[in-house]
């Protein structure tokens, strides 16, 4: 298994990132590893809504079926995964005196087949780096829209 977790701290509220992040479909804005999201019912928010992410990463291309597990407006978007790599996230909001700390954390289970604990060591990196690297565009887009 796979633990990552990155974190970035975005000035300003909640509230503010939560209203970018609850659109799902615009994740592909600021998610480099994320090509297209496409929904399966009319669902789009809110516990139970199920999409399909085609997810790119180098010359890997898996298609997740993933699964809104948790959604605290303002606080918290869980998600669990189904493909290739199954596993679950969470992107926290967590205010602070400066702005909002943005914490995405992910457990991700290679099959053997995937090359298993091995696979998940050297992903982690990869998708850690990543993954920072999508934080850090949100924090862009945010900025943007406080500017």
Known sequence: MAHIRVHVRIATTPAEIWDELR?????VNWMMDAHSISFETEQREGVGTTF???TKVGPFVTHDRMTVTAWSENEVM????RGIITGSGTISLRPTKEGT???WEENLHFPWWAMGELGARVAGPV???IWQGNLTR???IMDEHSS
């Open 127 to 129: 998708l850690h780096a």
């Open 52 to 54: 399909i992410c085609v």
């Open 23 to 27: 659109h799902i479909e615009r994740h």
């Open 138 to 140: 949100l924090r862009a």
């Open 78 to 81: 869980g998600i669990k995964h």
């Open 101 to 103: 700390d943005v914490v």
